[in-house]
């Protein structure tokens, strides 16, 4: 896997009937293989921008471009992880972890990726079990590995663990920026939760709503995996969090 460069230029949103935009005039550059976190209040339109890049809306104005390339519609290189895992509860967790190979036609040539990658998020015992028998947690790791599976340059998630207990949401934020700085694979992060946003990204760009603007960033250059005890992490966390008051 490799990451890719992400550019997003003068972008503005109005949903229909809308007076006000969602977004204002956004511009980012995000390096390749860059952890970036978005973090802003409710409603400042950090999900509506994820879904930008994600192809899943266009923006009224403005571009967003993945490898050069402008973003129309999804695609299996640009990967999205929602709050919820959004598994089919019927098949099991190789089934759902491998859907977006066999949906590619490129499953039989790649079976034991996907079964090494449940091994690497956790879910080795797991795999033959239905997906309704396992935990939120593990149903989030199996969304993960399906995310992975397709060996995306950008992965993309909308707060994916903020419906975990406080446990296992660390952990996975601890094995997911592992995972994504390992791979090299570009991550956006939407999040309004300060730690995390420390924990996981080398970059926190901090969003403003009504409407929805980019107002400041701050670089967190601390090697991963994160002690979230170390001093400069906790002054890195304050700095976050006088700048989000503002």
Not at 21 to 36: F, K, R, S, V, Y
Request: glycine fraction near 6%.
């Amino acid at each position: 896997m490799s990451g890719s460069n992400v550019m997003i230029a003068e972008l503005t949103h109005r949903f229909k009937k809308q007076l006000n935009p969602t977004l204002l005039d956004i511009n980012l550059d995000i390096a390749p293989g860059q952890l970036t976190a978005l973090i802003g209040r409710s409603g400042c339109g950090k999900s509506t921008l994820l879904q930008m890049i994600a192809g899943l809306l266009s923006p009224s104005e403005g571009v967003v471009k993945i490898k050069g390339h402008t973003v129309t519609k999804p695609s299996a290189k640009w990967n999205m992880m929602f709050q919820k895992p959004s598994l089919f509860p019927w098949m099991t967790v190789r089934e759902n972890a491998a859907l977006g190979l066999v949906f590619a036609g490129t499953y039989a040539a790649q079976k034991q990726y996907v079964e090494d990658l449940l091994d690497m998020v956790g879910l080795a015992e797991h795999k033959d079990k239905n997906v309704q028998q396992l935990s939120g947690g593990q149903q989030q790791r199996v969304a993960l590995a399906r995310s992975l599976a397709t060996q995306p340059e950008v992965l993309l998630l909308d707060e994916p663990f903020s419906a975990l207990d406080a446990f296992t949401r660390t952990a996975l934020q601890t094995e997911v920026a592992q995972i994504c700085h390992e791979k090299n694979i570009t991550m956006i992060l939407v999040t309004h939760d300060i730690e995390e946003a420390v924990a996981m990204a080398d970059r926190v760009v901090i969003m403003r709503h009504n409407p929805g603007e980019i107002v400041g960033q701050l670089n967190v250059e601390l090697p991963y995996p994160r002690d979230r005890n170390q001093s400069e992490f906790l002054t890195l966390k304050e700095k976050l969090f006088a700048q989000f008051e503002q």
